[in-house]
């Protein structure tokens, strides 16, 4: 970053990048959209959530599971 501050072309490095290894995964897993969250009882919630919803969305999640004994 100093190098290119003052105006020097960096050196070019190679680095390992898993980004296209893990979008082939999202998509064999049916797995769409950002940002989504997964829930620990394995609900998926869509797009931006305040924090107060997603909280409510959570807990709502975590009682579905409660009611059903799963």
Do not use: F, W
Request: glycine share 8%; charged share 30%; aromatic share 2%.
């Amino acid at each position: 970053m100093t190098k290119a501050k003052l105006g020097v072309t960096p050196d070019k490095r190679d680095c390992d990048h898993p980004v296209d290894e893990q979008m082939a995964l999202a998509r064999e897993l049916g797995l769409t959209g950002t940002p989504m969250t997964i829930s620990d009882t394995g609900e998926r919630i869509m797009g931006y959530v305040r924090s107060s919803e997603l909280v409510s969305k959570l807990d709502e999640a975590k009682r579905k599971v409660a009611a059903t004994g799963n």
